[in-house]
């Protein structure tokens, strides 16, 4: 399903558009054996009966009476100011004749109600859009505020990152359902991603060991085999070994520095879910020095809140403005072995700072050795919104910028560690970098 536009007044014809994905194939519909199955629709009628709702009676037919409830249910979202829609729920309640704004608590047993409709009727990833378009284009925060309806929603970044950007104003009786939503998501995203980081930087700390003067018993037999094949001696059939390969020792003391510099604006919410989980499952990894920093005009230091993800989470205050030559100044301080360090600015690049002061900090980093990336996005959406004028004088200055999935993460610490060349290495992933103004 794809994301419904957002039209500030929906209307019809943008219904049809924001719900076709869903409601167009028996596949956007729930498939629960105990359901109904006259609910899924069985033809192409059916099908645009419900992308197009009422309107289409003459020309599409009237809708099962099983089908009748999932129309409801997407007029409600989609046709918000509609009969049944979730602005006009003031006639619903018999609070008064007029429609009332979206947000107000007395009409929160009908969004309740609707929560538990989309649950019935559409998959989990259908469901989790659905909530997203009522929390973005509706403004229906009670979802989140009442441990009722809170319990009632499908778990994703995108709710955690509401949950997160709320946290101030949570009431106090719902703040632990929400800290039991956050974990829920964040325990699935440790156990979906931790393997896959965990395992790309260990194989590539180890790629990047070299022992050049190995004892008897650290000698790797078939690496200096191979490094001495050319030192064949066919009189004496033996290698005359002038190479030794050893195993890499190991490391005392962390051997790579990571710094995360997290931008905590509002439009990169889902970015700084997924950058603290990562941090987190670094910060586990003795091999690698892990901080942690956001920042909006302030800069804030988490690092020692790495330990658990959902603390981290909730010490984010996301919104306000952006500072982000400070935050990298902030973070210029913490380095103490610049050839052996990572920065990975995580930000869309709107400097509401001193662009001229980042340029200057960030040509330094460079010169000094610093691995300085730049990800416009750390989620699952598509192309940011970012500024591509500063990207373009970043790109010039040697520091690469891109978007990034979570699923290319693990790849892209992996080659920083093995300090490949960046741009080499997201080329290679078919991800698009900034290229430096001609």
Same mark, same amino acid.
């Given at each position: ?54 309107? &289409? ?30 602005? $006009? ?61 809170? *319990? ?130 670094? &910060? ?40 982000? $030559? ?10 103490? *072995? ?12 709107? !400097? ?11 040509? *330094? ?17 598509? &192309? ?53 103004? !001609?």
């Amino acid at each position: 399903m794809t994301t419904a536009p957002s039209a500030p007044a929906p209307t019809p014809a943008s219904t049809s558009t924001s719900v076709s994905a869903s409601a167009s194939s028996p596949s956007g519909l729930a498939t629960d054996p105990a359901a109904d199955p006259t609910a899924t629709p069985t033809n192409r009628l059916q099908r645009w009966r419900l992308v197009l709702g009422e309107q &289409a009676k003459d020309s599409c037919g009237q809708p099962t009476t099983a089908q009748e409830a999932i129309e409801r249910a997407l007029a409600a979202l989609y046709d918000p100011d509609g009969p049944s829609g979730l602005n $006009n729920r003031s006639r619903q309640t018999g609070a008064g004749s007029g429609p009332r704004s979206a947000g107000r608590g007395q009409s929160a047993p009908t969004v309740a109600r609707w929560l538990g409709d989309i649950r019935t009727y559409f998959p989990s990833s259908v469901v989790q859009v659905m909530q997203r378009d009522a929390l973005e284009r509706l403004h229906l925060r009670q979802m989140l505020l009442e441990p009722e309806m809170l *319990e009632s929603t499908q778990p994703d970044v995108h709710l955690v990152a509401s949950l997160v950007a709320l946290s101030g104003v949570i009431p106090e009786e719902t703040k632990a359902t929400a800290r039991q939503v956050v974990r829920r998501v964040v325990d699935e995203l440790m156990a979906k991603l931790n393997e896959p980081l965990r395992s790309a930087i260990s194989g590539a700390l180890d790629r990047s060991q070299r022992n050049r003067r190995p004892r008897l018993a650290e000698i790797d037999w078939h690496r200096t085999i191979r490094a001495n094949l050319r030192h064949w001696q066919p009189d004496y059939r033996t290698i005359v070994p002038q190479t030794l390969v050893g195993y890499g020792r190991k490391a005392r003391r962390p051997q790579r520095e990571v710094i995360l510099c997290i931008d905590q604006s509002g439009s990169m919410a889902a970015s700084v879910v997924y950058s603290s989980i990562f941090g987190a499952v670094m &910060a586990s990894l003795p091999a690698v020095a892990t901080k942690l920093v956001v920042f909006d005009t302030a800069v804030v230091d988490l690092t020692e809140q790495l330990q658990d993800p959902v603390d981290l989470l909730f010490g984010v205050q996301l919104g306000g403005g952006t500072d982000i $030559n400070g935050a990298v100044g902030y973070c210029q301080g913490l380095i103490q *072995e610049p050839r052996n360090t990572i920065l990975l600015l995580i930000s869309d690049l709107y !400097e509401g700072g001193v662009e001229a002061g980042l340029l200057r900090r960030a040509s *330094e980093l460079v010169e000094s050795g610093v691995q300085f990336i730049t990800l416009l996005a750390l989620s699952d959406e598509g &192309a940011p919104a970012y500024d591509r004028a500063l990207a373009a004088k970043l790109a010039a200055l040697g520091v690469p910028s891109f978007a990034c999935t979570p699923d290319a993460f693990p790849g892209l610490m992996a080659a920083a560690i093995r300090r490949d060349d960046i741009n080499t290495w997201a080329a290679g992933q078919g991800i698009k970098t900034s290229r430096a103004a !001609e």
